[in-house]
């Protein structure tokens, strides 16, 4: 179908009714529904969620990639080294960035795993995807343990946001095939992820 006919199927929705043949109070189009659908639906600002994707780490290269145990080991060191990133961002955003930039970058690079919805998505696909780098070290055989924590806290993270669809769907659905890949430590993780699991 090219664009032509798809712009004018919209036209379309207008004049079909929902239900039809039943009697009804209130005549709805299927075009009304669509709107009142997505109006209704939780909305996601994709702007909003690639900048922050590609952004999050950012204000790594001011204090380096460090380790999420000592990273989290006590809210207080958290919130110490949470003002360090914010501090030195300011400070390079105020020193670096063209005045007339400088809001955008603001927004671009300050925390972006908050309680919106592209927040949680962000802390999802960030888990994930250390889930996986971690995952590529256990297949390859890396006798390092800090890939099984690191694997069996990202998805602990994983599981907190299970009101979200992604997190249930990766958990359900793509965690059973990546176990059932052929490698060395196949059963030591598999029971890691039980016991993860469970509780």
């Not at 007339?100 to 309680?115: C, I, P």
Request: hydrophobic content about 40%; aromatic content about 10%.
């Amino acid at each position: 179908m090219g664009m032509h006919q798809y712009l004018q199927g919209l036209n379309n929705l207008e004049t079909l009714n929902r239900a039809p043949g039943l009697f009804k109070y209130q005549e709805h189009s299927v075009a009304a529904h669509s709107f009142k659908v997505a109006e209704i639906a939780q909305t996601i600002n994709w702007q909003v969620l690639y900048e922050r994707a590609l952004n999050h780490d950012y204000t790594e290269r001011f204090i380096g990639d460090i380790k999420t145990p000592v990273k989290y080991a006590t809210h207080e060191l958290r919130t110490m080294l949470a003002n360090v990133e914010s501090s030195l961002t300011a400070n390079f955003i105020k020193n670096e960035i063209p005045d007339f930039l400088q809001e955008r970058y603001q927004r671009r690079l300050s925390e972006g795993k908050d309680e919106t919805l592209e927040g949680q998505l962000l802390a999802v696909a960030d888990k994930i995807d250390l889930l996986y780098e971690s995952f590529g070290e256990i297949e390859k055989g890396n006798p390092e343990n800090a890939f099984l924590e690191i694997f069996a806290e990202s998805l602990k993270t994983i599981m907190q946001y299970q009101n979200l669809a992604c997190a249930r769907y990766f958990i359900q659905e793509i965690l059973p095939d990546l176990l059932s890949e052929d490698f060395a430590d196949r059963g030591k993780l598999t029971q890691l992820v039980r016991q993860t699991l469970a509780e």
